[in-house]
């Protein structure tokens, strides 16, 4: 590609965030935070929800052939994979392959070290994102002098959902996922909580009013917008704030009660993206 066709390309082309479901909207948050003008358009692979609880191959071949046809269809300047699950297990193989830069979320022990006083780390994801290798490297290479705990919570990503629908979510819920973690031995030290489930923030006030004492919480969705932010520093984006789009690969009965939360990040127009388009 030339450089001229590449700079087109970026001007024109929206960021393209996906997801399983409404987890990203954590992340989207953060971007258009430093970003109001960027095109978006964002994918929640509803058909495919939940990935927590899939194998990685799965996830793997599913992630990598949406976004694959997401991306001839669409010609976004920048794609994020705003799940941890879908980065730590397919980012590598996404990214030499899409032809346009892709920014993952990945855990973010590194600030928690960081900024942790006990030296008792809590990773809170899904239970295919705990199991990664990836997590064991971050662990290595960035908490070496840290207690890492881990546990993956199934429930939690449901109870991000409900919420966003409107639905009522019982409150015991959140007081189980952190006891995931206070329960294991050196867990009555830990004090930094790493939300490495983009559904996590969205659920943030509900897990601190839970805790059965003050906790840190911490997540990668600045990071992720920062990120962005440089690798579009040329963008030229639209003066007026473009319609935020949604496109979601499920049934669109279930998107329904999801509307009004859409749009409050944003997303006013929806539409559906079936397994044959883009092929
Ligand atoms: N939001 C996703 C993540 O960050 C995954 C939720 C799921 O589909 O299990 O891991």
Same mark, same amino acid.
């Given at each position: 590609?030339?450089?001229?066709?590449?700079?087109?390309?970026?001007?024109?082309?929206?960021?393209?965030?996906?997801?399983?479901?409404?987890?990203?909207?954590?992340?989207?948050?953060?971007?258009?935070?430093?970003?109001?003008?960027?095109?978006?358009?964002?994918?929640?692979?509803?058909? *495919?929800?939940?990935?927590?609880?899939?194998?990685?191959?799965?996830?793997?071949?599913?992630?990598?052939?949406?976004?694959?046809?997401?991306?001839?269809?669409?010609?976004?300047?920048?794609?994020?994979?705003?799940?941890?699950?879908?980065?730590?297990?397919?980012?590598?193989?996404?990214?030499?392959?899409?032809?346009?830069?892709?920014?993952?979320?990945?855990?973010?022990?590194?600030?928690?070290?960081?900024?942790?006083?006990?030296?008792?780390?809590?990773?809170? *994801?899904?239970?295919?994102?705990?199991? =990664?290798?990836?997590?064991?490297?971050?662990?290595?290479?960035?908490?070496?002098?840290?207690?890492?705990?881990?546990?993956?919570?199934?429930?939690?990503?449901?109870?991000?959902?409900?919420?966003?629908?409107?639905?009522?979510?019982?409150?015991?819920?959140?007081?189980?996922?952190?006891?995931?973690?206070?329960?294991?031995?050196?867990?009555?030290?830990?004090?930094?909580?790493?939300?490495?489930?983009?559904?996590?923030?969205?659920?943030?006030?509900?897990?601190?009013?839970?805790?059965?004492?003050?906790?840190?919480?911490?997540?990668?969705?600045?990071?992720?917008?920062?990120?962005?932010?440089?690798?579009? =520093?040329?963008?030229?984006?639209?003066?007026?704030?473009?319609?935020?789009?949604?496109?979601?690969?499920?049934?669109?009965?279930?998107?329904?009660?999801?509307?009004?939360?859409?749009?409050?990040?944003?997303?006013?127009?929806?539409?559906?993206?079936?397994?044959?388009?883009?092929?």
């Amino acid at each position: 590609m030339s450089a001229r066709r590449s700079s087109e390309v970026g001007r024109a082309g929206p960021i393209l965030l996906l997801d399983s479901g409404v987890g990203g909207l954590s992340v989207l948050r953060a971007i258009t935070g430093l970003l109001p003008h960027a095109p978006i358009v964002y994918c929640a692979d509803s058909a *495919g929800f939940p990935y927590g609880v899939k194998q990685e191959a799965e996830v793997s071949a599913r992630v990598a052939g949406l976004l694959g046809r997401l991306t001839e269809r669409l010609r976004p300047s920048l794609v994020v994979i705003a799940c941890n699950t879908a980065s730590t297990i397919a980012l590598q193989y996404v990214r030499p392959v899409l032809g346009v830069a892709v920014v993952g979320t990945v855990p973010a022990i590194k600030p928690a070290a960081l900024g942790t006083k006990t030296g008792v780390i809590g990773v809170l *994801g899904t239970e295919a994102t705990v199991r =990664q290798p990836y997590v064991d490297e971050l662990s290595r290479r960035f908490a070496g002098d840290c207690m890492v705990l881990r546990h993956g919570s199934a429930a939690l990503v449901r109870a991000a959902e409900a919420k966003l629908r409107g639905e009522a979510v019982d409150a015991g819920l959140y007081r189980a996922a952190l006891d995931g973690l206070l329960s294991q031995p050196g867990g009555e030290r830990l004090d930094m909580v790493v939300l490495a489930c983009t559904h996590f923030p969205l659920v943030q006030d509900e897990l601190a009013a839970a805790a059965p004492r003050p906790l840190s919480f911490i997540d990668g969705a600045d990071g992720i917008a920062r990120r962005c932010r440089q690798l579009l =520093q040329d963008a030229r984006w639209p003066a007026a704030r473009p319609r935020g789009r949604a496109i979601f690969t499920g049934e669109m009965e279930e998107v329904a009660p999801l509307r009004r939360a859409l749009q409050d990040f944003g997303l006013m127009d929806v539409e559906h993206f079936g397994q044959e388009e883009g092929r």
